[in-house]
């Protein structure tokens, strides 16, 4: 932490001669809280007590050489900034202290005081300097510790999770499936309301749970892409395929376009075909009643695949636009939430686009979305091509 003007380096200055004790202190006592001890002893005393940033102290003592207390200091107190006074004649043990770490520099006795006051600033900096590294340095330990911990929490998470939920869900599906195909029988006609709200809340936990996890499983350290070649069409037709009843109950149409008809990518199969299957939900959700959906694949240079989805719908506002890939950002608002619905404006959890741009993503590529003219939006995903190796 480098400090502030209010909080001064505090300097304790060690010398038997009580006049250069008052001279330094005086020369100093503004910039620096300065301390002086005339002995070794009170010295220590003094380091007990307070908290001293740098110490400075004379070669030539009664009972102790500067260099021999300097290194005891060093011992017991090794954040201050150690400094020497020294004639001439002891120079040689001085350098070799310095050598050995114990002293960060010499003073020449009889220095004056511009010289002396720029010394004790670079000890002061230096202390600034080496307090800063050992702070951050303990913060990277403790970020790199804290995200080490997230990591094995999350996969630990990710592995009972996908069972705890998946199960049940898959349960509760496949029975209200069952009780569907007996629903013919006489007299069932009171359940059948009953057991296909069972159904649709079964459907919707699924994708709730299905949508969770994959963003959980994205954004894990571990996950990768298994990319292969594929035709663009056929990529384009399963989404169609997939999306069909809900562009039948809205009276929406989608259009392909791929060009050159035989555009083929190597992406993740599956993971591209969640990216554009829920950008196109997206399109049909936020789009009115027979409106047409625009997908369309093509190059627009050497090296890149760009697929964009063009809807006629309500657009996103401006305020909107930067957040809509943040994860479970969605206007929130119950009159229109309802989760895995395709009806006009219902909106999910907000979890679809985050997990679409995490797939780009692991391919290199991009996801944005725009307005468009006289209204609707556009995503546009651009995929480089695999670099070749
Ligand atoms: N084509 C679009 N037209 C207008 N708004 C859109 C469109 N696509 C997304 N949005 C806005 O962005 C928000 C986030 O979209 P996202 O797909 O992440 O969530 P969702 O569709 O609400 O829920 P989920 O996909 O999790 O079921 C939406 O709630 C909506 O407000
Ligand atoms: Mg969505």
Not at 171 to 178: F, K, Q
Not at 199 to 210: D, F, I, P
Not at 309 to 321: A, M, R, Y
């Amino acid at each position: 932490m480098v400090m502030s003007a209010a909080t001064k380096h505090s300097v304790l200055v060690v010398d038997d001669e009580p006049q250069v004790l008052d001279s330094i202190y005086d020369l100093f006592r503004r910039e620096f809280k300065v301390f002086r001890a005339s002995s070794a002893s009170e010295a220590k005393s003094v380091l007990g007590n307070e908290r001293i940033h740098i110490v400075m102290s004379d070669q030539r003592m009664p009972d102790v050489t500067g260099v021999e207390l300097l290194r005891e200091i060093r011992q017991e107190y090794p954040d201050t900034v150690r400094l020497i006074f020294t004639a001439y004649a002891d120079l040689h043990v001085v350098v070799q202290a310095i050598n050995e770490g114990q002293v960060f520099r010499y003073i020449e006795k009889g220095s004056g005081p511009e010289e002396l006051r720029s010394v004790i600033r670079q000890a002061a900096d230096y202390y600034d300097l080496r307090a800063d590294r050992k702070r951050l340095i303990s913060e990277l330990q403790q970020a790199n510790e804290d995200l080490r911990k997230a990591s094995a929490l999350k996969s630990a998470f990710l592995d009972v999770a996908s069972h705890e939920l998946n199960t049940p869900v898959a349960i509760i599906l496949g029975m209200s499936e069952l009780a569907r195909e007996q629903l013919d029988a006489p007299g069932s006609e009171p359940f059948r309301g009953f057991v296909n709200v069972v159904h649709s809340g079964a459907k919707r936990l699924e994708h709730l749970v299905g949508n969770m996890l994959t963003l959980l499983q994205a954004n894990s350290f571990d996950s990768g892409v298994k990319r292969e070649s594929t035709h663009a069409r056929t990529l384009l037709e399963a989404v169609h395929a997939q999306v069909a009843p809900f562009l039948a109950k809205r009276h929406q149409t989608l259009r392909i376009t791929v060009d050159p008809d035989d555009l083929r990518l190597c992406v993740d199969r599956g993971k591209i075909h969640d990216v554009i299957c829920n950008l196109v939900m997206n399109a049909i959700k936020f789009s009115p009643d027979g409106s047409t959906v625009d997908v369309a694949a093509r190059r627009p240079s050497d090296r890149i695949t760009r697929m964009e989805v063009n809807d006629e719908g309500s657009g996103i506002s401006e305020h909107d636009l930067p957040h809509v890939f943040e994860p479970f950002f969605s206007t929130f608002d119950t009159m229109h939430h309802s989760s895995g619905s395709f009806e006009y404006g219902k909106r999910g959890l907000g979890m679809g686009l985050p997990i679409a741009k995490k797939f780009v993503e692991m391919h290199g590529g991009t996801l944005h979305a725009t307005n468009r003219q006289p209204r609707g939006s556009s995503f546009i995903v651009e995929i480089p091509d695999p670099v070749e190796t």
